[in-house]
Nanobody, 118 residues
Framework: QVQLVESGGGLVQPGGSLRLSCAAS????????MSWYRQAPGKERELVAT????????NYADSVKGRFTISRDNAKNTTYLQMNSLKPEDTAVYYC???????????WGQGTQVTVSS
């Protein structure tokens, strides 16, 4: 059974940093590219960042480029999202899953809430 468990969210002031983690199980993690998504209240879920199976290539949404870094540890079946210089518009629930174009994992995890506010 697939399980995706996101953690690391919280309340942070603008300009602050957070590191999110996504622990995966129930599938061969090292064979799957992974992505982080986010969904703000009243908005559709959007793609934030993607990393290839070995971590050799990454892609980012324009809105987070230069501030966020996606990484993975295949030995720990975990992917990470380091978020720096956070802005109020980064406030959302963050999820991990397969990238667009790949079969999504079901169920989605519960996500982790990130709130950027002074």
């Amino acid at each position: 059974q697939v399980q995706l468990v996101e953690s690391g969210g919280g309340l942070v002031q603008p300009g602050g940093s957070l590191r999110l983690s996504c622990a995966a199980s129930g599938f061969t993690f090292r064979n799957n590219a992974m992505s982080w998504y986010r969904q703000a209240p009243g908005k559709e879920r959007e793609l934030v960042a993607t990393i290839t199976t070995t971590g050799g290539r990454t892609n980012y949404a324009d809105s987070v480029k230069g501030r966020f870094t996606i990484s993975r540890d295949n030995a720990k079946n975990t992917t990470y999202l380091q978020m720096n210089s956070l802005k109020p518009e980064d406030t959302a629930v963050y999820y991990c899953n397969a990238p667009p174009g790949w079969n999504p994992f079901h169920p989605w995890g519960q996500g982790t809430q990130v709130t950027v506010s002074s």
